[in-house]
């Protein structure tokens, strides 16, 4: 058996691998404490059933639309697999928080593994507690039902880490390519959260405006200025009021100027960049006139992201 000195676990909320597991990933994902805050478990169980119920059907033609899959997990596969290949020594591999693989059974291999020293990395670049917190509460269950004590590093914000801001600005510049920025405006699309969040003291609202100055900041260093720069919010749900401005809001009043979208709060492709604003927002965009909408890839499995990890890890390791 290879010899590790350390497991790194990328932790994200995964989505789902065909349109057979969409009920699974939903039905997971709302009966969630740190998604649906309802502290009777009872009426939380019924009210996830009646949002499921009334949206796995859409849900799946959405998936239907991207391929019928969601990228996150291939994609999240692909990135251990190259900071695998420069690092052998370290075991780098992911646990979802609704579909497989489960934290449960990554802990398991893990443990087979005889290695003791664990690295956590969110995936979520600013920190939430409908997020990140969600994920590690999740390691830590299995930990505890395996009676498995290794050390644990926690690596769960990185939002305004300036190799981050540095990548996100490379990102869009690629996106941009020869155009002018000042015939474009900026839209930082991030994941919305309910406000009732915001108000008991997450910090996520926060570190996503933090994120944006820093992000504007770094583009003018590189004498890159957009004609604006707008923080939205997207993906709502429910009928309870969520953060916004919204990110269809913003596409509405920045028409029909040119858009460029980079989704913030996302470091993987998944259904929300995927459908929501590379098709739904696009023909939003297109119908009322935009004539050039681009939405900026993910950092996914780049060279770039790779190298933001390990210095992640390093700097971790000499702190």
Known sequence: MHTYNKAV????????????????????MFADPCILSLKNNFFRSMLGNVIVNTRIEKSKKIYEKIGGYSPL????FKLTQKLQARNPHTFYTYAMRYVPPYAL???????????????????????SSTTTYSSFQDIAA?????????HITTIERYGTHPLFIKS??????VTLGNSNPQDFVLILSAHSVPTSRIKKGDPYQKECEESRTLLEQELHTNNIFFKDIQLSYQSKVGPVQWIGPYTDSIIKAAAPHNIIVYPLSFTIDNSETKYELAIQYSELAKSLGVQDYRV????NDSDIFVHFIETLIHDNETT
Do not use: W
Request: charged fraction near 15%; proline fraction near 5%.
């Open 73 to 76: 997990t291939d994609i999240t």
């Open 9 to 28: 676990i990328l932790l994200n909320m995964g989505g789902p691998n065909s349109l057979d597991e969409v009920s699974t990933f939903l039905r997971n």
């Open 168 to 173: 996100l600005a490379q990102s869009i510049k």
């Open 105 to 127: 059974a990554v802990m398991q291999e893990i443990m087979q593994k005889n290695i003791n020293d664990i690295i956590l990395i969110s995936m979520y670049p600013q920190y």
């Open 296 to 299: 900026c890839e993910c950092l």
């Open 142 to 150: 299995a930990l505890q039902q395996l009676h498995f004590t290794p």
